[in-house]
């Protein structure tokens, strides 16, 4: 994919503000943390598109970016940061849900974990409702820079046996290693 324009279109708190055209749409899901945000900019090549924070449970509301004026990218709000107060993670939580659940744009969830660490229990939990809504979406293993080959490979074997799926991308925000991966992923889910 050539990427000729990207472009933030706007934060979403709620419903009534998701964008009301019929572009179509990829989401990037995960734990707060994990690398949503760098994986947006790295695909896009743009540096500090979407923000990201060594501080987790930065992105708060939906994000919506405009790609080469045709299709969209969404950056939800991680889960699982331990330390939001109550109220906020029972927001940030539905907003996300109610997305994933209702938008009719949406072609592609992309599942983002951590390739140093066994999915977490709201991973598996994630996973488990998009496989139960049926819901088209991919798994990508992100951070593997901070890995070594050898440790790779045993970590991304443990990641697809808890899943229970066959192939996880592996990706590097840092490398841009599986770029093209994740690209021809989003290509065919956008044409079909
Ligand atoms: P929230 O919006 O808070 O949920 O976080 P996020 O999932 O958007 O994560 P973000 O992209 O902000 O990245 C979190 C931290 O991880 C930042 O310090 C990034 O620089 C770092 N990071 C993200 N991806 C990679 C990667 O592939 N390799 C390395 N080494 N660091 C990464
Ligand atoms: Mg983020």
Known sequence: MQIISAEFVKSAFAEPDWPGDSKLEIAFLGRSNVGKSSLINSLLGVRGLARTSSTPGRTRALNFFLINEKFRFV?????????APKSMKAEWGAAAENYLAKRE???????????????????LQLH??????????????TK????????????????????????????????????????????????S
């Open 75 to 83: 950056d939800l709000p991680g889960y699982g940061y331990a330390r």
């Open 105 to 123: 744009q949406l072609v592609l969830s992309i599942h983002i974990v951590d390739s140093r660490h066994e999915p977490s229990k709201q991973d």
């Open 144 to 191: 593997s820079d901070k890995l070594s080959n050898n440790e790779l490979r045993k970590n991304l074997v443990a990641i697809e046996r808890a899943l229970n799926i066959d192939q996880v991308l592996v990706y590097s925000a840092t490398t841009k290693r599986g770029r093209n991966e994740v690209w021809n992923a989003i290509e065919k889910s956008l044409k």
């Open 128 to 141: 488990e409702w998009l496989e139960h809504q049926q819901k088209p979406h991919l798994i990508i293993a």
